[in-house]
């Protein structure tokens, strides 16, 4: 388990590629953050200080601030 500051999005459905240019096409400064626990997950890449995770366990997508802000 992490705790990780998340965005309050996540996609479903969608393959990995689109969540990536989800990513890079999101203003993410209008989004909500929250601290979560974080369980059955990797990263996939980090895209301007967005983090783009896969949850394995539920089969989605999500997000997280890396910027430390």
């Known amino acids: ?3 990780l500051n998340t965005f309050d999005v996540t996609l479903e459905g ?3 590629q689109e969540a990536l ?3 890079r096409g ?3 400064c ?3 953050t929250t ?3 974080i369980y059955h997950s990797y990263p996939i890449e980090t895209i301007d ?3 783009v995770f ?3 366990g539920a089969d989605y997508y999500f997000f997280t601030d890396e910027t430390g802000e």
Do not use: H, L, P, R
């Open 1 to 3: 388990m992490i705790t």
């Open 14 to 16: 969608v393959s990995q």
């Open 21 to 23: 240019d989800y990513a």
């Open 26 to 28: 999101m203003v993410w």
């Open 30 to 32: 209008e989004v909500e």
């Open 35 to 37: 601290k979560q626990d």
């Open 49 to 51: 200080g967005v983090g």
């Open 54 to 56: 896969y949850n394995y």
